[in-house]
């Protein structure tokens, strides 16, 4: 099976250039100027940009919140991903209190095997750092999954000491794992929730006094001392304000290797939504911040202190599940959906407003995921011998978000109303169109599972 793209922009994080790609059995066979050659399928590209697959390294698809599910499942969410560009995901596969990493690995697996629309990957979330779990993580290298991912604002017996943070850095880092983190100091922020419910404030605009800038600041300072003291390399995923960043900046600016990830709706919306009458739907861990917060992390996008854009989509919906928390926000489940817009919006709130190149585009929402963890250069780029995957991308597209045509099943899009400039308007992974103009031209099953190896970060 060959199926030549002509005519495109070929755009990754290092190179604009026009030239048409030859695919074959659903890698790239060959790239050149005006390739004649026969092939099953040729799609003309004119007027088009061919950027690399998209790579979302923050998802939760498989995973409840609170006990309550969410409103997708791998399928839904990852036909969502596969109209807006993104084919591939990596998912958090989550520790079962008591249990361990194997078994979540494989339990996560099996969510995605036969079902998810496109290919998949794990970073494996740790629920409690014990010798035992310790012990699994060389395993887990070996089986596929080079990332791991610890919660500060964790509670109870899952509370992350400092001790063993130390021991888990240098336990991935030995293991040539990276490390990733939510950085929000839990002991705080329990300490806030008691407060704001003593005072009667548990109404959705007092969830920013919960979790403030600095609850964020003071993590990300404390595992950015401990991973320097470890030398391990630290990935931190929902950056959310200018606090966080300024810690990162001056651990990067002494040479350490930390890595910052945000998301767009840290960079879209702001915290006034929960001043809204359904300001619940905004509900998210960390929460929205002032608008000026989005300044500094366009900033730090730019001067290369952010490095990727994922959607930590977390889909749940409004009627019987965030409207719980109008009154009291710690009933709602946190997150939204984002999955479908993430590269849409980067492209126009970026790329469009002449903050950062299509080359940067790439690099955050797909080359430098893929890199850091393990899935480059099969991924995150287009050079020969590469996964055929591939955003055929109109940038003059006028598109309108609505709920009505988003694809994950969350009965609402936080970005609804919101006019977005330049869409995917054909979709490939390893060769075949998967989506064409917003439809989705696949089913469930057609992704595969792809083993993480090292990264070749530091
Ligand atoms: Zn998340």
């Not at 290919?119 to 089986?143: Q, S």
Request: aromatic share 6%; proline share 5%.
């Amino acid at each position: 099976m060959t199926t030549l793209i002509k005519n495109g922009t070929i755009i990754t994080a290092a190179d604009t250039y026009r030239a048409d790609i030859l695919v074959k059995n659903g890698r790239v066979f060959e790239i050149g100027r005006e390739i004649s050659k026969i092939a099953n399928e040729i799609i003309d590209a004119t007027g088009k940009w061919v950027l690399p697959g998209a790579v979302d390294a923050h998802t939760h698809l498989g995973a409840l919140c609170d006990g309550m599910a969410p409103a997708d499942d791998f399928a839904s969410a990852t036909a969502a991903a596969a109209v807006g560009g993104t084919t591939t995901v990596i998912d958090y596969a989550e520790q079962a209190p008591g249990g361990t990493l194997a078994a979540a690995l494989e339990e996560w697996k099996g969510k995605g095997a036969g079902s998810s629309v496109v290919d998949y990957a794990f970073h494996l979330a740790i629920c409690e750092v014990n010798p035992g779990v310790l012990g699994e993580i060389p395993a887990m290298v070996d089986a596929g999954v080079t990332s791991f991912h610890v919660r500060l604002d964790g509670c109870g017996e899952r509370y992350i000491n400092d001790g063993d943070l130390l021991e888990f850095f240098e336990c991935v880092r030995g293991a040539g794992a990276i490390a990733c983190l939510h950085a929000e100091n839990g002991e705080i922020v329990r300490s806030c929730l008691r407060r704001l419910r003593a005072e009667g404030k548990t109404a959705v605009r007092y969830l920013p006094l919960a979790r403030p800038p600095e609850v964020e600041a003071q993590a990300t300072a404390r595992a950015i001392s401990i991973a320097e003291m470890a030398r391990a390399p630290i990935y931190l995923s929902g950056v959310s304000c200018a606090h966080a960043i300024e810690r990162v900046k001056a651990a990067r600016d002494r040479g350490q290797a930390v890595y910052a990830e945000t998301s767009p709706h840290f960079l879209l919306l702001a915290s006034d939504r929960y001043e809204d009458p359904d300001g619940e739907k905004y509900i998210c861990i960390p929460p929205l911040r002032p608008s000026w917060h989005a300044d500094v992390l366009w900033k730090a996008i730019a001067s290369g202190d952010v490095h990727a854009v994922a959607s930590n989509h977390r889909a749940f919906d409004h009627a019987g599940q965030k409207e719980l928390g109008r009154d009291d926000f710690t009933r709602a489940p946190h997150g939204f959906a984002g999955i479908q817009e993430r590269v849409s919006l980067m492209h126009s709130a970026g790329v469009g407003a002449g903050k950062i190149s299509p080359n940067r585009l790439v690099e955050l929402v797909s080359a430098f995921p893929a890199r850091i963890f393990g899935l480059f250069p099969r991924k995150g780029t287009l050079s020969v011998g590469s996964d055929a995957d591939m955003i055929l991308f109109d940038p003059e597209a006028e598109v309108t978000l609505t709920q009505a045509k988003s694809v994950s099943r969350s009965d609402y899009t936080p970005y609804e109303g919101m006019s977005v400039r330049g869409a995917p308007w054909m979709v490939l992974q390893r060769g075949k169109v998967i989506a064409r103009k917003h439809k989705i031209m696949t089913g469930a099953g057609a992704g595969e599972f792809l083993p993480s190896v090292r990264s070749s970060l530091p």
